[in-house]
């Protein structure tokens, strides 16, 4: 059985350095013979005649490129999917690890469509046919919060309950549905995972299975001595037992006061860095971050993160009201999402004339910028509410 699964792809080898990457999209290479189904869901299987239109590359790490596309069989409506090509005993290795797993198809791992061989530049090459699913998590997984620190060990757990254990959790090893989601699944450990790990201690003191709730992230780590070793040791990596503190910078927030960090720093008024110095930064961080905590809790994440720049505006007018403010930023990272992305990653708040003072506040000897050197203000006070 063989089936056409591409059929074009705009300027495939833009932007690829020269050599370091398979060309499957040369003449040799227009039919990749379908090889394997038993690493595969019961989707392809079903299709006459399945095509896959590969529509971009998504990332190239380790001389496996990895595109998105999507499956169709003639029928209206196609599906999105992810392809991942390769060295062919890599993938298949992959399938087969997955195949492993496909009780947690859907769950905690992607589903796997199919692998196919591929013959190309001289090269067998394998082609992993998966389900397609969000981004990659875009931060260290520490400055995740409690809640998707959670899911991410639960999704651990279930793979410690088929007997196996991942040694090497990176933030690339994780997708999201959506920024902030907790919906996520995890990717690409095939050389990371090991195998044969029988371990007793995944169950609960009453044989229950267990699962990682929210609040223990405020217990410590000697309080689970039924869970195993290893999980034990990926949660501290992440620093899931954050003693109810949470930090951004230099700065410590009470965790159940600010959102988490990677939202915080989305959500810091960069020039309060070169305007002020530090223990100024801290107390309007303070205010600020607890001000959208309540505002993410009344609104949800999406509707305040959309306006967070309104809102900034807002709020220093209210909380700085001699604050003059030749432009503002944001911290950004801010991948996949609307809609306050600028090209240079930094989010740009046009400049609004407000008032002749300088800034009201005292400031730190270490604040950098002399163009925004504040007034200093005898007792040190910031700006009152
Ligand atoms: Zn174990």
Redesign the pocket.
């Known amino acids: 059985m063989s089936a056409l699964l591409y059929n074009k792809l705009p300027n495939p080898q833009r932007g690829r350095p020269r050599g370091t990457y398979f060309d499957i999209f040369s003449k040799e290479a227009s039919e990749l013979e379908l090889v394997d189904l038993t690493c595969s869901s019961q989707l392809l299987p079903t299709m006459s005649r399945p095509k896959i239109t590969l529509t971009k590359l998504g990332n190239s790490i380790n001389m496996v490129d990895t595109y998105y596309g999507e499956l169709e069989d003639g029928s209206p409506g196609g599906l999105d999917v992810a392809v991942k090509i390769g060295d062919y005993y890599r993938m298949a290795n992959e399938a087969l690890r997955c195949q492993s797993m496909h009780s947690l198809w859907g769950k905690t791992i992607l589903v796997c469509h199919g692998l196919y061989g591929l013959a190309a530049v001289r090269r067998q090459l394998g082609v992993l046919i998966l389900e397609r699913f969000g981004l990659t998590i875009d931060c260290p997984l520490s400055s995740l919060s409690r809640m998707e620190k959670t899911v991410l060990l639960n999704h651990i757990l279930e793979i410690?309950s088929l007997g196996k254990?991942l040694n090497d959790l990176q933030p690339r090893n994780v997708l999201e549905s959506s920024f902030c989601s907790g919906d996520l699944r995890l990717i690409d450990f095939a050389s990371d995972v090991e195998s044969d790990?029988q371990?007793p201690?995944?169950a609960h003191p009453e044989h229950e299975t267990f699962r990682f709730k929210v609040e223990d992230a405020g217990k410590e780590e000697w309080d689970f001595p039924a869970v195993?070793?290893?999980?034990l040791n990926i949660a501290a990596d992440m620093q899931y037992w954050d003693d109810g503190d949470v930090c951004l910078f230099t700065f410590e927030f009470k965790v159940d006061e600010v959102p988490s960090e990677r939202v915080m720093n989305r959500l810091f008024p960069v020039n309060w860095l070169r305007v002020f110095g530090p223990s100024v930064q801290q107390t309007l961080s303070r205010e600020w971050f607890r001000y959208m905590q309540q505002e993410i809790q009344a609104h949800g994440l999406q509707d305040t993160l959309d306006t967070a720049l309104d809102k900034l505006d807002a709020w220093e007018k209210e909380h700085l009201p001699r604050y003059r403010r030749k432009r503002e930023w944001m911290f950004p990272d801010l991948m996949g999402a609307t809609p306050y992305k600028h090209k240079d990653g930094l989010v740009k708040i046009p400049y609004k004339a407000e008032g002749s003072s300088v800034v009201p506040i005292v400031s730190d000897s270490d604040s950098s910028d002399s163009d925004h050197e504040p007034e200093s203000q005898p007792d040190g006070s910031t700006p009152s509410a």
């Open positions: 410690h254990i790990h371990c201690r995944a195993c070793r290893e999980v």
